[in-house]
């Protein structure tokens, strides 16, 4: 074979192995859902104006545990391509609108696929903590 008739292979091969070094996620859910979510009306949530950009929040869903404890659940989106960080951290109210004083209360940085969703979670420190602030802010 002569090489300029190597080359236009080549190149289809190298295209090829380009174009398949892509990251990509195939995700599979139950379509038909047992547990339904409650999700939030009032959104809590105060996010960076930076980060807003990037990651957007699709949904606020909270239950209580077993042994009392408010759970808050919130679905994250990157609607970027490329992967982002942020830090995140969750505020506690007592019935009275008072904060709760938490030992936990340390921001977290997390990361973010680009085109993926997230599920950050956190569970209140004692059954007093009937209210919950999220902030969300931009690590890069």
């Known amino acids: 074979m002569k090489i300029k008739n190597l080359f236009p292979v080549a190149c289809a091969v190298a295209t090829l192995v ?3 070094c ?8 139950n379509a038909q859902k047992d547990g339904q979510r409650t999700m939030v009306t009032d959104q809590r949530v105060v996010t960076d104006p930076s980060l807003n950009r990037h990651v957007n929040v699709v949904g606020v869903n909270s ?3 077993p042994g009392g404890l408010l759970r808050v659940q919130v679905e994250l989106l990157n ?3 490329s992967i982002h960080h942020f830090s995140y951290k969750f505020e506690w ?3 009275n609108g008072m904060q709760v004083n938490n030992v936990i209360s340390a921001s977290i940085t997390d990361q973010i696929e680009g085109k993926e969703s997230k599920m950050i979670s956190s569970i209140a420190p004692n ?3 009937k209210d919950f602030r999220l902030k969300l802010i931009d690590a890069e």
Not at 22 to 29: K, L
């Open 18 to 20: 380009v174009a398949g």
């Open 22 to 29: 892509g990251t990509t996620v195939n995700s599979v859910e």
């Open 63 to 65: 239950a209580m545990t």
């Open 79 to 81: 609607r970027t391509r």
């Open 93 to 95: 109210f007592d019935m």
């Open 127 to 129: 059954p007093g903590c």
